[in-house]
């Protein structure tokens, strides 16, 4: 059974803290992806890594940073947590492109929530 | 620029009904057309998925059905379930060797009332 696990179901954090999500898969994929989900606006993609220690921007890069040390684990980085930061975020992995099968397979989620 | 619409944003049906939704594309080099479900608490999964040389595709009750010319496709859920409330969102992506991200849709949350 194919696997992205992320560290935390929920997290609450500090305005002004560094927090870290995690992610890891089992798959041997390729591409990993962070996406952050609000009500209205759907999955918005903030970074995204075709390789190890290669990443992408997505369309809301900004207060966030990625790592990716490793194939199967892509970690978020929020550098200074704000209040706008609370939200549902979610990570996937992806196999390459030019496949026949190139479903993405999610994690469950981390809701965090910056007081 | 939001490359995938969808609509509606949200829909109620009463069992059995057919909830549709539908989603327009701009990008033609898009060929690949996903839906995903989501539960509450849960992350996105596949559900069905069309690439363009079709014009329809069914999987038990879910149905796509694709316009290329008008670059639109639509999901259909036949005689429908409480079970079936959830979040759908459709997608789509340039399949070829290039690529690595899908583009969602805003997401349809579909109540399904006994």
């Known amino acids: 059974d194919v696997k992205v696990t992320q560290s935390s179901r929920y997290l609450v954090k500090r305005t002004g803290e560094k927090v870290f999500l995690e992610c890891v898969q089992d798959m041997d994929h390729e591409n990993m992806f962070w996406y952050r989900q609000d009500p209205g606006l759907g999955l918005r993609l903030i970074y995204f890594s075709y390789d190890v220690k290669m990443k992408e921007k997505g369309d809301i890069p900004e207060g966030y940073s990625v790592s990716r040390e490793k194939k199967e684990r892509f970690s978020l980085i929020l550098e200074s947590a704000s209040t706008n930061q609370t939200s549902m975020y979610l990570c996937?992995?992806?196999?390459?492109?030019?496949?026949?099968?190139?479903?993405?397979?999610f994690g469950q989620g981390t809701r965090l929530t910056v007081v | 620029q939001q490359q995938v619409k969808q609509s509606p944003q949200s829909l109620i049906v009463q069992k059995g009904g057919i909830p549709i939704i539908n989603c327009a594309y701009e990008?033609?080099?898009?060929?690949?057309f996903p839906w995903y479900q989501q539960f509450p608490g849960k992350g996105p999964a596949l559900l069905i998925a069309i690439r363009p040389d079709v014009s329809e595709k069914k999987e038990g009750r879910f149905t796509i059905s694709f316009n290329k010319s008008a670059k639109q496709f639509s999901l259909h859920i036949m005689d429908s379930q409480p079970g079936d409330s959830a979040t759908y969102f459709c997608?789509?992506?340039?399949?070829?060797?290039?690529?690595?991200?899908?583009?969602f849709g805003k997401g349809t949350k579909l109540s399904v009332i006994p």
């Open positions: 990008n033609t080099a898009f060929d690949y």
């Open positions: 996937a992995s992806r196999p390459p492109g030019g496949l026949i099968n190139t479903e993405a397979f």
């Open positions: 997608a789509a992506d340039n399949s070829g060797a290039g690529s690595y991200q899908l583009t």
